[in-house]
């Protein structure tokens, strides 16, 4: 395979990846010494099981160590830099493989070439997704206000024909929403009157990181007390934040609209920073 075609078919995939909305990462040579058969630049695509999808970083010797680097990448969301070097360089040097100095992870080059090679290993994850309920004033602002914060927006309702294809990422005829999305998922319903038992509902039957409801605490317990009667566990109603958003003491829909995305980012950022704790 030329290297103009190898290329195309690495950016077809890396392309379709990044469509799909699953996460994968992308490992990159950074250096080599002496002989190897991957030179700086090259590059390869992993899934979130180890599996090199794409591209090339070197044989057998490497694709190991890269395909482990890359599943503690998608799993930490924090990039892993690599060394594979020759055993008796790894001696000389006083580490062992596996072991970890400075951000940087060893590993042992079994290859008879016996050269080195540094591997950056960066994930790619999926936007945060915000699913916004409704196509009211408060649900068309802020999923307008939204596109300014990295998310992708899906705004969804029953009859939404009116609606202009740009007024989301994405335009959803239902409630209804896949359970097996990956990353971060933020739901707001902001029905305020159309469908606000179904729209809840769904919400909760889907799973969110975050589910909010634009209205009254008096009109969301009504509301959960129907859905207590009808068998939905009280624990769930329970971490539904209603009424959505940090009390910023909002009046119009622009305004509701910064207060829902307050709390949204104040609940994506502290993930962020325990998961970057935890590491």
Known sequence: MTAHRFADRFDSTLSRLRASGRPFAIATVVRTLDATSAKPGAKALILPDGTITEGWIGGGCARGAVGRAGV?????????????????????????????????????????????????????????RLVVFGTGPVALALTDLAARFDLHRTLAAPGMADLPEDAADSLQDSFALDTNAEGQRFIVIATQGKGDEAALRAALAAGADYIAFVGSQRKFATLAARLTDSGIPPEALEKVRAPAGLNIHAITPEEIALSILAELTFIRRSVDRKEKTDV
């Open 72 to 128: 503690a990448a998608i799993t930490t969301g924090q990039p892993q830099f690599i060394s594979l070097r020759p055993e008796d360089l790894l001696a000389a040097e006083g580490v062992t493989s596996g072991e970890e100095r400075d951000g940087v992870r060893f590993a042992r080059n079994g290859c008879p070439s016996r050269g080195s090679m540094d591997i950056f290993v960066e994930p790619v994850l999926p936007r945060p």
